[in-house]
Nanobody, 126 residues
């Protein structure tokens, strides 16, 4: 599967953005999908994940209650609704696909993801 993230941009503290990720191929619905981010000088870190049937989601503690991940299997799309943004959310955001063991499987581990998009930059100004 090939992934392309878009929808990043510049936003003020407290604002919202909704990056999206478009997937190619007819097997999108078989993958759990995750979002990761990488700030300058830092490791790429987990942000959010959604199971292949949307029945289960998971979030990093730093974004819980502010971000919501969703997907539309009919459109081969996954979204990250970001709210109450903070300057520390500034990073390049990547979508990634993980081949799961079951419909409810999700993983927070970067190493489990097989396919990655190119990233979209989110900048939150103070």
């Amino acid at each position: 599967v090939q992934l392309q993230a878009s929808g990043g941009g510049l936003v003020q503290t407290g604002g919202s953005l909704r990056p999206s990720c478009a997937a190619s191929g007819r097997t999108f619905s078989t993958y759990a999908m995750g979002w990761f981010r990488q700030a300058p000088g830092r490791e790429r870190e987990f942000v959010a994940v959604i199971s292949r049937n949307s029945g289960r989601t998971g979030y990093a503690d730093s974004v819980k209650g502010r971000f919501t991940i969703s997907r539309d299997n009919a459109k081969n799309m996954v979204y990250l609704q970001m709210g109450s943004l903070k300057p520390e959310d500034t990073a390049v955001y990547y979508c990634a696909a993980d081949r799961p063991y079951s419909d409810s499987y999700i993983s927070f581990a970067r190493a489990n993801y097989d396919y990655w998009g190119q990233g979209t930059l989110v900048t939150v100004s103070s």
